[in-house]
């Protein structure tokens, strides 16, 4: 897959006359989407434009670009896999219906606190090793607002319930931090790691914090159709992923009043602008 990115370039190079800047960026953004793709498809025949709109949404809520390195990394996957298309590589180009993402920052969503609280405490009302998983991470979300990849990320030993604490290393750069643990997640998570995660371990030398029902290491993707199913059985009708309960645990502490900068270190945020946007959507949540 990655030849074929190679001749693209190379395409661009001697028939488009791109300059070394052009041809970096989109080797860059390109090299991204098959990193994306690895273990989802084997050729470029294979993408869909339902796994494009999944890339879009792993920028837009994961990794937090900015709407305009979004609209420009999906205008390098449409140059190219309409390339691809013209030079009967593809039979049909899956991005022929694609628009381009506008150049515009949206407010981030929350939800109430009223359901916030229903959402904990629909895992509450089971006591299977599922059941104790799912809510321990739920009120860690809340309590944290780690993002997806930090929380599935975790290993047993970068939580401290000691001190009420969770080392979070941020995949995507390895930038490290130490986040307080909210009083009402100790409990559940307690219980988890006694009677729950030993029911799901299999491999006693596995690290990984939270476990699916192979006792490997739970997926982003589980994540999100955990959140899913929960907020489908409470009733909530608009959509809610993991994400949303970042956005709802930064929204609920500066109805607070909590400090912008705290906030900020919190999340893990590089620069305060990205975390003033909470203060916008502080009544949409309360």
Do not use: C
Not at 131 to 155: F, K, P
Not at 162 to 188: F, L, Q, Y
Not at 193 to 222: C, I, S, V, W, Y
């Amino acid at each position: 897959m990655r030849e074929q990115i190679q001749r693209f370039l190379d395409y661009l190079a001697q028939e488009k006359n791109s300059t070394p800047n052009t041809l970096a960026a989109y080797r860059n953004d390109l090299s991204q989407f098959a990193t994306f793709l690895e273990g989802r498809v084997t050729d470029w025949s294979q993408v869909e434009y339902d796994t494009i709109m999944d890339y879009v949404m792993n920028m837009k809520a994961e990794r937090e670009y900015a709407s305009s390195t979004v609209a420009r990394k999906v205008a390098a996957i449409k140059s190219f896999l309409h390339y691809l298309a013209g030079r009967g590589e593809l039979e049909d180009d899956p991005t022929a219906k694609l628009d381009s993402p506008k150049v515009r920052k949206r407010l981030p969503r929350a939800i109430s606190m009223e359901d916030m609280e229903r959402l904990l405490n629909e895992p509450a009302r089971g006591e299977t090793a599922k059941a104790l998983r799912d809510r321990a991470l739920l009120e860690l979300l809340y309590a944290t607002g780690l993002r997806v990849s930090e929380l599935v990320s975790l290993d047993v030993d970068d939580v401290n319930l000691a001190s009420a604490t969770v080392r979070v290393v941020r995949p995507k750069d390895k930038r490290e931090r130490i986040v307080p643990i909210h009083d009402r997640a100790i409990g559940p998570m307690q219980e988890y790691l006694e009677r729950g995660r030993t029911r799901l371990l299999h491999d006693p030398q596995e690290p990984a914090l939270f476990l699916n029902h192979r006792g490997e290491r739970l997926t982003r993707q589980g994540l999100w159709l955990i959140v899913k199913q929960y907020v489908r059985e409470i009733g909530i009708e608009e959509k809610v992923t993991p994400h949303t309960l970042r956005h709802t645990f930064a929204a609920h502490l500066l109805d607070k009043k909590a400090d912008l900068e705290y906030v900020q270190e919190l999340l893990g945020h590089a620069h305060i602008s990205t975390t003033q946007v909470y203060t916008q959507i502080r009544d949409q949540a309360s």
